[in-house]
Structures are given as C-alpha cells and as structure tokens.
C-alpha cells in the first residue's frame, strides 16, 4: 500500500469522526433545550404547591381520569397517569384534565414529546 493510500483513509476516518461528532453535539443540546422546556412547562402548571389548569382551576392530585388514545376511564392518582387498558395503544397519558372546565393541562410528572 502507498502513503498516499493510508494518508487518505486516515483523513476520510478523521473526517466521518468530526462529523459525527458535530451530529451527536446537536443532538444532544436540542435533548437538553426539550427538557428544559418540559422543566419549564412543569413549572408553570405547577403554581402554589398545587396544579392549575390556564384558567386557575385547581386540579385535584386524585380523581377520574379518562385516556385519550382509547377512551377507558378510571380512578387513580395524577401523578402516575398508566391507562389500565391491556389493548390500548398509547397507554401513558401525557394530559390531566380540568375537574372544573375540562381543559387539559401537561402532566408535570411526564417528560418529553407526547
């Protein structure tokens, strides 16, 4: 093999290196801006001690939940919102809704993209 042969497979594996980890640096500071916007979002649900939906409402931490991929309704606590139904297809339910006025709020305890 020539120099110049491993000189260039040198510099092809040094630049699929320096890409790749270009890649992975974006993709890890846009990981880091979504959970940061789900810290924020939590944040702002949570107001007082106590979660409120946009209108003020406070939503009880227990109640009657009802899932919306499959429509299945049970009682449970909000802060570990698992849809029951064995054949739904989205069984975490990213959304609390309002007791009062129905609006649906972010589940503070549920990160990432729904």
């Not at 040094?14 to 993709?27: A, E, K, R």
């Not at 649900?45 to 499959?70: N, Q, V, Y």
Request: with cysteine; aromatic share 12%; hydrophobic share 40%.
């Amino acid at each position: 093999m020539s120099p110049l042969w491993n000189f260039a497979k040198l510099l092809f594996a040094l630049v699929s290196w320096m890409v790749t980890g270009v890649f992975w640096l974006f993709h890890g500071a846009k990981v880091a801006s979504q959970t940061l916007t789900d810290v924020q979002d939590a944040r702002r649900t949570m107001r007082d001690g106590a979660l409120r939906c946009p209108d003020g409402h406070i939503i009880l931490p227990s109640g009657i939940f009802e899932c919306g991929a499959c429509g299945w309704r049970w009682r449970d606590h909000a802060w570990g919102l698992v849809c029951p139904n064995p054949e739904c297809p989205r069984p975490l339910t990213s959304y609390i809704q309002c007791t009062t006025c129905g609006l649906s709020v972010r589940n503070p305890s549920r990160w990432g993209r729904p």
